[in-house]
DNA sequence: GGTGGAAGCTGGAACGTTCCAGACTGTGCG
DNA sequence: CGCACAGTCTGGAACGTTCCAGCTTCCACC
């Protein structure tokens, strides 16, 4: 099925044209330094051969891969929607980005370790969940970014959405609408929950409403948020902010099996502007995480320290926005 | 921020360990020829020095990648759940898998050409949407299995689920539950789609139902089946067989926006088993495609191919599997 | 006519592995 | 006692590039 004969090399075109390997390597990168004939016919040799260069041994001797590693969950909506981003990010960097999955059977170190070996030059890090001292270890072997998440640490560069300014977006938004008892559904110990709940009590406290506010334990799956609804079925608020998208779709399936009206009976916001907010049938007002301007941030910043540029700041944040669609109204009572 | 020195090499480890390079090298592939208490030093040595090997190199010099390029759909959730089990079925192997995403703005013709110029050894297709001709065109250039879709054409390799005989399962199951007015929502031109629609079409006319069979145009995502599902209302069957599980949850959720009760008004079976089907708050009855079974053949091919083992045959089409959970049930009325 | 320097080209040393041939032990057996 | 042999371990040659130092020409300029 395959042609068995072993790939033209470097030293086969040379010979071919009679030159030495160095005029051909520097043909075939385009450098100056070959006359125009010479050059002519070694892309002719090259061509009749046809040779393509071997990018191992290329990267290896040029000490460089060019290789941004990107870790991502694959089950997670969001991250799907930061993969799509961060490949149109580095397009026109002249980097290329190498994917390791983080699977239910494939942790993050295994997934990273895969990165390490591939030589990449910086890693790009999806809302990881290990403990920030192991993230500190691996920035000491090459630049590490974190990519929606928050780490408190001088070696890692991070670049997040404001949380919990999107959470007094939220809040602010059903209060306008005329509401009071907002609940919040939290993401437990995931990336970003602990920021998100600040943002919420303290959006409460701004609007005096303190005394209403009630956090339910909730998480990152549809599964949660469908638990977490089941127990504000009992004594409903009238409008609920819901840790992520995903979470809110199992807020709003129990919701409708249940016959409660949304936004009628209860206002539901979500988090992320995931692909499946915006699906018509879902069709959820949500807090959009800018994923175009994040991902491009990490890039420049990742291509920043690998080569050496000086950077600002360390952190960025970015804001994010309110996306008002069909499920927040005004209350009913 | 790092560390300026040289990132460490077999040499490093070999001179700390007090070796030879040749003998750390063995270490590290783990194979035999290494007494045991030297092995151990060996080891002790590269974990404190952060050793990884370095790929290209190690390429280089073996002429070999063992590097399994997989293409997949990142807004897929069936993809998903089949990268899981490559990176499982790959595990054992000695061969490693290396991602490659199509998304809405990377095309199959990229994310295929990155996996050729990482040398990748065979390419796995996750329900590929290109052409058969440039199928055809990649397998003269290195073994392609395709997954979960068929290809009748001799040079490349598939393995796929016996669709048609899922949906005999999925009518069967229903007709057995009382259901004569069964509707198919279809997947259009996707992947399988033909294939269900036939299988539909035969089982209906296996239990003399022919003049039952309706097929209503929908597609693979939420969207296209809450379309579909709002088409069903206006004169609804009792049951429906649908092209994915992607599409039966927009299905539902139009449904349960319409008060009508599943499986009392109407019983849904999805397709996949995906991760979305197992969720308590869906409970979809469903023909799971056996993802471990199918990605384990996949593996076992490609390596096949890869070191010239002969192979009997071509395509390789495992059973699907109906999962009863609640979304069905015998008809009211 | 000599000098300087650019343009064009060459040879060989890296890069970090794997692979191969062989060296050095110790042990079992005739 | 000597020999074979298994078990360990070493040294050095590849793999296909890039990079560097240096070698010719040839021509312009003083």
Redesign the pocket.
């Known amino acids: 099925m395959r042609s068995a004969e072993?790939?033209?090399?470097?030293?086969?075109?040379?010979a071919r044209a009679?030159?030495?390997?160095?005029?051909?390597?520097?043909v075939?990168?385009h450098?100056?330094?070959?006359?125009?004939?010479?050059?002519r016919r070694v892309l002719e040799a090259a061509d009749e051969l046809g040779?393509?260069?071997?990018s191992?041994?290329?990267?290896?001797?040029?000490?460089?891969s060019r290789l941004l590693g990107v870790v991502f969950g694959i089950q997670h909506d969001f991250h799907g929607d930061l993969v799509t981003d961060l490949y149109a990010a580095a397009r026109e960097t002249g980097y290329e980005v190498a994917l390791s999955a983080v699977t239910p059977g494939r942790d993050e170190r295994e997934a990273t370790a895969g990165l390490l070996q591939d030589r990449c030059e910086a890693l790009i890090l999806l809302g990881p969940q290990q403990p920030t001292a192991s993230l500190v270890r691996l920035a000491t072997r090459l630049p590490v970014i974190v990519l929606a998440r928050g780490v408190r640490h001088a070696a890692v560069d991070v670049v997040r959405t404001a949380d919990a300014e999107g959470l007094h977006q939220a809040v602010d938004h059903l209060v306008q609408l005329g509401h009071r008892r907002i609940a919040h559904i939290d993401g437990g110990r995931a990336p970003g929950a602990a920021e998100r709940r600040r943002g919420y009590r303290d959006a409460l406290r701004g609007h005096g409403l303190d005394r209403y506010a009630r956090i339910v334990p909730g998480g990152l799956t549809e599964e949660d948020g469908a638990a977490a609804a089941r127990v504000l079925l009992d004594d409903p608020p009238t409008a609920v902010t819901v840790f992520n998208d995903r979470c809110a779709t199992g807020v709003l399936d129990v919701l409708a099996r249940h016959g409660r009206q949304v936004p009628g009976d209860l206002s539901v916001v979500g988090y992320d502007d995931s692909r499946l907010a915006r699906l018509a049938h879902v069709d959820l007002t949500t807090i959009a995480q800018d994923a175009g301007t994040m991902t491009r941030l990490a890039v420049r910043r990742a291509i920043d320290r690998i080569e050496g540029t000086a950077v600002a700041r360390r952190e960025v944040v970015v804001p994010p926005r309110l996306v008002v669609r069909g499920t927040t109204g005004p209350p009913i009572h």
């Open positions: 072993r790939r033209a090399t470097l030293a086969d075109v040379a009679g030159v030495s390997k160095s005029l051909v390597s520097l075939m990168r450098e100056p330094g070959a006359g125009t004939e010479t050059r040779y393509h260069p071997d191992r041994a290329r990267l290896l001797r040029s000490g460089r």
